[in-house]
């Protein structure tokens, strides 16, 4: 057998440790190197694509040019260990430890509570850590640039902003301040003073205290790396792995000659390109060539006439480089350097930046690439090399094709890209629209260049280039060649509209959707561009004293500015502590996250940071590619004949039961959607298992859909008298319908579960990132059929669970159990972000349609609702949010007359569930905006409306639960006082009249959300509290650890209850063996119950030692326990809240379901850019009634996470779903959460004063999940601009705007010239199939964004119609309706004339099924029922079938 080749020793430093890797493999990540390798788990796996920064770290290289060591932070998960060679790493462990010395930034950002889950928290640090060490006091804007990268799900940002500014120059920050005692240490402190004015605080934490930062104190780069990198290594290395070798030339000759023998071999640099096609779309390259050691592709040079940019430079170097070069330039020489400049600004993330590199990003040739497009017409030249020589080759339309004979050949390489100087009379601009502004690939970017022959506006050359509109960049030279000559003035313009339109086609079926948004962006970003150019013209003849050019009103220049990213600014106000309150209490004050100085050292144990155990094996789910199949034969053979692979897991290896009749674990014969899980592999790694997972062969038939429909509870309030009161009572009438889309969970810890099975009795132990471990534990048992006594479910922390993790652990450490059992051996599973976006569900997508009775004054007197919930495969938690939807439908408002009706609609999609808010979020969103339409019919603002409705005095709610509204009322004054709503409102008015491509918007929101479950029993909670000889105390009790402080307000319980601080207190972990039948920690109840159960343990506790203190008043806390023990006192005690009773009468439509209301109000302020639709929060004032707070500092975290949250669902959170049911949007780059920048400007939170509760624990309040409804005052403060800009462009005011309000819709509704050019051209492009259109009809309506039909989409239907009416159906014109949302049909119709119009061939017939079915029309097809009680919810109904 011959041997393997020897492979180089890769050498690389990790936290200042020497690390020699003598078999370094190409296909390893640092991030995986660290954690399994190393057993640095602080560095978290989060996305795996580079998108979200929980793996970043520091790596720091001598630079040979500047002689200087560069630091710089990146994503560990994309960087490949063989990259390393001679870098030092530094990982959240090197920075500093608990065990140690904290780094200040580690301390500064726990101790300014900007950790919740923590599971950010480490990537946060590394990215605030590289900043400091390249810049120790850095400015606002580079603090904003670095975390801009890091996702936080938790936060909202604010906090962590927060402690980073600490360091800012601008914040006057405590660098001088020496150490001194944190009056945040764990409650022995008064808070009294943290800003304090009277009762009311306004710091939560004392920054004076902080330890400076002493940059002295840091780790050097290694002396053995700076003495290779003086010497640099001349030789080839070569590391093989067992897939992929990778050869890193020490010259570019040997480089040059290496490609000639590996033509096909792609040079790595960032990989930031390669690794991620390499992970999703099944990339492979055996041969990786890496130049990273080749000076000449580094190097810089200022010419004459440009700038030469080695292929090899860091885009964030580039940046760096333009910014130096620009000052030293005249303006006109600067302006393709400007463009470039703005760009790589916004592009991707610092970390990213840092990574990638010029020559990567202009040959990958991304469609959506922000640089090539500028660098084209630019007119920037590629310098090619190869063992032939050097070559020169145009970055133009050709190249950017991919035209061959335009290309490079195999054996070239890119050197350096030279960019010219811009010409007098030649103005270049970039232009770029995304999702969000920062870190997100756009929709559609430009670059945009004109010059005009001198002294003139006469166009002597003119470049457009477009990203983000085919497979590549895209230019027009047809409509730029004929444009040449022609003045700058409308008319060219215009002109230049409709032939960029005609040249620049994009299909109606084009990839990514948005079609019409993106055709009306290549017009508006023209328009644009015309302006800037007519301005800069102006300008030029302004000071020749002359005027040639037309003028731009004043009212047009808003076109031109972009919405900048701001830092944000706010106050948190809370009420202080009673000064008699003892010192040592630490009830009411802003106590730091028990774990926050552990998240932000890494040391924090989530689940799979626990330490590989003995034998452990490795699973990986196969999940169906269909989304309704028969399963015909599974083939695994060749899975299980790979090494290392162990044993694959089927539904016939379970020993009990296979999850609930309509919810297997594992599939049997039958796929209900794309993402259901069909088996498992289980193998010695993770690589060995997945690649399994690859050769496992699936044969499937495709099903009809089976039709089932939900029947859900009616709550039929005076339903009889409703018609009578329309025409009674009021006087006006309206009707609308209003989608809410559906939202990612985007937890940052996956979903996560350790099983390890024990030698004795069938013992289990199962180590889960769960909010409820009762429920897995009760799922492992049912489907191993053992006892529930022998498994113990353990959570130590999860890492974000916001109801994602109720229900679906179980699921995953039921299958993994079976292995485990199976193999005998423990199993861990760790789902990708891929798989877990793919196979969790969400939150539910809505569709609902309101009618309207009111009066001329806006007083509201009947209304009536009706909420179809898109439920997925399965009814999990359907039937529940659907219950909760309706009963909070009425939010604040009084309202006598009314109807609300729910409906789940059952759907091929993965089974929605659980989400912060239950159904709030969604189904009072039809209310506001039925309220904000009310408000455009009678003239008034909606604020008018909203105060006018809601209720005022001691009442009952629509389910008659009595209720006082006093809070309610005092939320909403405060918060238009301290908001100075009026007079913003009139500012705003002022400001919209004198800009007519920027309008304002201003929105302010009332919100009673009502906390806790529908039942009694929901509310239970026990805890149990031990006592030690030593004193100390351990607390343990039914809650989980989400993030949301959940610990740290038990101690704080237990501290006041037992009268000791809580430094004498811990808190292990969550377990089943301790707590056991504990109820899932969610709806904002759980420090609620679990308080009480503490508080009560705590008594108990306190009652038995009463006698001996009274004995000894003077003894201390140990010597009483001391006595205790002595005289058999039992140290040890459990404590129940038997919880708060709640029920629903759902056959008479009454009850108190539940315990209390939490009232709060939020005014918000936006900016938006009609003509990219795209916006700013400028400001948002949130009042909450906390009453009594148990800790300040976690209660004001929760809001605005969730506000941020909330606000991610209403303006930027988009599924997106095949026609087949496949989800797109399955990472952070396809999905957009809230990032750093989107924070308001001004975002401000107070606590309503002196509220008391006398129901909950110390009159505090459960806050988890209320701010997220409040996010919605952003979608108003939207939807109020877009409506002011449709009235100056006199269009019809009742415009619903659709959740999310994205760029796109934003967009579409100010519609405007541009809007109908980018439409109308539509209509004489390629015409669409009807099913293409239903379909396209279907992803926006039910998955996805819900814009209106295109004017070509509805003729299409139209004709349709006709064709029907020959053959005297019924017409089709109902469903065109139904379909897009316009009007629901009578329903029957709908559904049989869809299927029956398409019956023929069979395919369209299948394919018009399954679109009634994902419609969920097939609702309609028997008429609703009341529900009975106990009925089973999901009942097979008829199939659907043409008559
Ligand atoms: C999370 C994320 C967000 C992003 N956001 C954006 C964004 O907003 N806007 C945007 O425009 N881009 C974005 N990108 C894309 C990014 O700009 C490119 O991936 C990057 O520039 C590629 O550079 P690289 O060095 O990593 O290339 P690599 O992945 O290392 O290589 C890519 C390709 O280039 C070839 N190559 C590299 N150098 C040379 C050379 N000198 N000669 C010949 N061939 C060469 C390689 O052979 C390979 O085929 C994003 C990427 C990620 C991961
Ligand atoms: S895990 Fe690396 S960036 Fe998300
Ligand atoms: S604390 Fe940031 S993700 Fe949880």
């Known amino acids: 057998m011959p041997c393997p080749p020897q492979s180089d020793e890769l050498v690389f430093f990790v936290n200042g440790r020497k690390v020699i890797e003598r078999s370094a493999d190409p296909e390893v990540t640092l991030l995986n190197f660290l954690r399994k390798n190393l057993h640095l788990t602080g560095t978290k796996y989060a996305c795996g694509r580079g998108g979200c920064g929980a793996c970043t770290v520091m790596v720091s290289k001598h630079d040979p040019v500047s002689t200087k060591i560069r630091h710089f932070s990146i994503t560990a998960c994309l ?38 889950c923590g599971f950010c928290t480490p990537g946060m640090v590394m990215s605030m850590y590289t900043l400091l060490r390249n810049h120790p006091q850095p400015s606002e804007e580079q603090l904003m640039e670095s975390l801009g990268g890091n996702l936080c799900r938790c936060t909202g940002y604010r906090p962590i902003l927060e402690s980073g500014r600490t360091f800012c120059m601008e914040s006057n920050g405590c660098q001088q301040k020496g150490p001194g005692n944190c009056c945040l240490d764990q409650g022995e402190n008064d808070s009294s003073s943290l800003g304090r004015r009277s009762d009311i605080c306004t710091e939560l934490f004392a920054k004076e205290d902080f330890q400076p930062l002493d940059p002295t104190q840091e780790l050097i780069f290694p002396p053995e790396l700076l003495r290779m990198a003086e010497n640099p290594e001349k030789r080839t290395l070569t590391f093989y792995g067992e897939r992929v070798t990778w050869i890193s030339p020490g010259t570019l000759k040997d480089l040059l000659e290496l490609k000639v023998k590996h033509p096909e071999a792609p040079l790595i640099l960032g990989n930031t390109s390669l690794g991620p096609a390499m992970k999703s779309q099944g990339h492979f390259h055996p041969i990786l060539l890496s130049p990273a050691r080749i000076s000449e592709l580094t190097t810089v040079t200022k010419t004459s006439d440009g700038l030469t940019i080695g292929a090899g430079c860091s885009l964030a170097q580039m940046k760096d480089i333009l910014a130096e070069r620009i000052p030293e330039l005249t303006e006109e020489k600067t302006q393709t350097y400007r463009a470039l400049l703005k760009h790589l600004r916004s592009l991707a993330s610092q970390q990213i930046r840092n990574m990638a590199s010029l020559g990567g990003h202009i040959i990958s040739r991304h469609c959506y690439s922000d640089l090539n497009p500028i660098l084209a017409v630019g007119n920037a030249t590629l310098n090619l090399i190869s063992e032939e020589g050097t070559r020169q080759i145009p970055l133009n339309e050709h190249f950017l094709a991919g035209l061959a004979s335009a290309d490079l050949k195999p054996e070239e390489i890119l050197e350096s890209v030279h960019i010219p100087h811009s010409r007098k009379w030649e ?428 009066m001329n004054t806006g007083r509201i007197k009947v209304l009536d609702i009706e909420c179809y919930i898109n439920g997925g495969c399965t009814l999990d938690d ?51 905006s039925c309220i904000t339409a009310v408000a455009a019919k009678c003239g008034l603002p909606p604020e008018k409306i909203r105060e006018k409705n809601m209720y005022k005095t001691v009442d009952k709610t629509v389910y008659k639960q009595a209720f006082n509204p006093e809070n309610l009322i005092r939320c909403w004054n405060e918060c238009l006082d301290k908001s100075s709503f009026h007079s913003r ?189 795209t916006h700013k929060k400028i400001r948002t004032d949130i009042i909450m009634d906390a009453c009594c707070s148990l800790n300040p500092a976690i209660d004001i975290g929760q809001i605005e996470g969730s506000f941020i949250q909330g606000m991610g669902l209403y303006t930027i959170e988009e599924l997106k779903y095949s026609p087949e049911g496949f989800l797109y949007s399955r990472s952070p780059d396809e999905y957009k959460i809230p990032t750093i920048t989107d924070v308001p400007e001004e975002f401000n939170v107070s606590f309503l004063p002196s509220s008391q509760t006398p129901l909950t624990i110390y009159s505090s309040k459960g806050l988890g999940e209320s701010g997220m409804f409040l996010g919605s005052s952003v979608f108003f403060a939207i939807a109020d601009a877009v409506a002011t800009a449709r009235r100056e462009r006199d269009m019809a005011e009742d415009f619903t705007v659709n959740s999310p309000a994205t760029p796109e819709q934003v967009r579409m509704a100010c519609a405007d010239q541009f809007t109908e050019m980018g439409v109308r051209k539509m209509e004489r492009g390629k015409h669409l199939s009807s099913i293409r259109i239903a379909e ?39 469903v065109a309706a139904a379909v897009v949302g316009q009007n629901f049909p009578s329903p029957p119709s709908a559904c049989v004339l869809l299927t029956s119009e398409w019956q023929s061939p069979p395919n369209q017939h299948r394919r018009a099924m399954s679109l009634c079915f994902r419609l969920g029309l097939t609702d309609f097809c028997q008429p609703p029922l009341r529900r009975r009680r106990g009925a089973a919810p999901f009942t097979p109904a008829k199939p659907l079938c043409p008559p």
Not at 88 to 98: D, F, H, L, P, R
Not at 1075 to 1101: E, F, H, M, Y
Not at 1341 to 1370: A, C, D, M, N, Y
């Open 79 to 116: 960087v490949p260990i063989c990259s390393l060679y001679g870098a030092a790493v530094t990982t959240v462990e090197g920075v500093g430890s608990i065990k140690t010395r904290l780094h200040p930034v580690q301390e500064r950002i726990a101790k300014s509570h900007g950790t919740q």
């Open 427 to 854: 103005f270049v601009s970039a232009f770029r629209q995304a999702q969000c502004q920062q870190n997100a690939l756009p929709d559609v970017n430009a670059g945009m260049r004109v010059l005009f022959r001198e002294g003139t506006d006469a166009i002597e050359d003119l470049s457009l280039a477009y990203g983000g509109l085919g497979a590549a960049t895209v230019s027009a030279p047809k409509s730029c060649q004929q444009l040449l000559g022609r003045l700058w003035n409308e008319l060219m313009l215009n002109e230049a509209c409709r032939l960029l339109l005609d040249e620049v086609s994009l299909p109606g079926s084009a990839p990514g959707g948005k079609v019409e948004f993106r055709r009306t962006l290549v017009v508006s970003f023209l328009f644009k561009f015309y302006l800037e150019v007519l301005q800069e013209l102006n300008k030029i003849v302004s000071a020749l004293d002359s005027s040639r050019y037309p003028e731009i009103s004043d009212q047009f220049l808003s076109a031109l500015e972009d919405l900048p990213v701001t830092i944000p600014q706010g106050v948190q106000t809370y009420q202080s502590v009673d000064s008699h309150q003892p010192l040592q209490d630490p009830v009411g004050r802003p106590i730091m996250h028990l774990s926050g100085l552990k998240h932000a050292t890494g040391e924090a144990v989530f689940c799979d940071d626990i330490p590989m155990v003995d034998k452990e094996l490795f699973m990986a789910l196969l999940t169906s590619s269909r989304a309704h199949a028969k399963i015909i034969s599974i083939d695994w053979s060749e899975a299980l004949e790979l090494p290392k692979v162990v044993d694959v897991i089927t539904a016939e290896d379970i020993p009990g039961t296979n999850g609930a009749e309509d919810d297997k674990l594992l599939a049997v014969d039958e796929v209900l959607c794309v993402g259901q899980i069909i088996c498992a592999v289980v193998a010695e790694t993770e690589v060995q298992a997945k690649r399994a997972l690859e050769k496992i062969k699936i044969t499937y038939e495709d099903l009809e859909p089976v039709i089932f429909t939900i029947q859900i509870p009616e709550l039929e309030v005076l339903a009889h008298e409703l018609c009578k009161q329309f025409h009674t009572n009021a006087s006006l009438q309206g009707e609308g319908e209003v989608h809410v889309g559906g939202q990612e969970h985007f937890y940052m810890e996956t979903q996560r579960v350790l099983v390890i099975p024990k030698t004795e009795d069938k013992e289990l132990d199962i180590y889960v990132s769960t909010q409820d471990p009762a429920h897995v534990q009760k799922t492992v048992s049912s489907t191993l059929n053992i006892p529930i006594n022998r498994i113990t479910c353990h959570v130590k922390r999860v890492g974000g669970g916001f109801g994602g993790k109720v229900g679906r652990p179980a699921v995953f450490g039921a299958i993994a159990a079976v292995g485990a059992i199976k193999t005998g051996r423990p199993i861990r599973l760790v789902l990708d972000r891929e798989d877990d976006m793919l196979i969790t569900g969400g939150r539910h997508p809505l569709f609902g349609k309101y009618k309207v009775g009111f």
């Open 878 to 928: 359907s039937e529940l949010v659907t219950e909760f939807l309706i009963l909070k439908l009425e939010n604040a408002y009084k309202i006598r007359n009314l109807r609300f009706r729910g409906r789940a609609c059952m759907t091929n999609l993965p089974s929605n569930t659980a989400f912060r808010g239950f159904g709030f979020p969604q189904g009072t969103l039809v209310t506001e």
């Open 985 to 1173: 409102r009139m500012q705003v008015e002022e400001f919209n009249k004198k800009n007519y491509w920027k309008k304002k918007g201003i929105a302010i929101i009332p919100m009673k959300f009502s906390v806790g479950f529908a039942a009694t029993s929901y509310h239970q909670a026990a805890a149990l509290v031990h006592i030690y000889t030593d004193g100390s105390v351990l607390v343990t009790h039914g809650g989980n650890e989400l993030g949301q402080g959940i610990h740290t307000k038990m101690l704080q319980v237990a501290s006041r209850e037992l009268k000791i601080p809580m430094s004498y207190m811990h808190i292990c972990e969550t377990s089943t063996a301790t707590v056991p039948n504990t109820i899932a920690t969610a709806a904002s109840i759980g420090a609620d119950v679990n308080g009480r159960a503490v508080q009560n343990a705590c008594q108990i506790l306190l009652k038995r030692l009463e006698p001996i203190i009274k004995k000894n008043p003077e003894g201390t806390w140990e010597d009483w326990i001391e006595a205790a023990f002595e005289q058999r006192i039992s140290l040890s005690a459990t404590g129940y809240f038997r919880g708060y009773k709640a029920f629903m009468d759902w056959e008479k439509g009454e009850g108190d379901p539940f315990p209390y209301y939490v009232y709060g109000a939020a005014c918000s302020e936006v900016e938006i850019d009609c003509l990219t639709g």
């Open 1336 to 1374: 396209n009809l279907l992803e926006r309506r039910i998955l996805g964004s819900h814009t209106k039909p295109t004017e070509s989409e509805t003729p299409r239907v139209g004709f349709t119609t006709t064709t029907l009416r020959r053959r005297r159906q019924r017409p089709l014109r109902d």
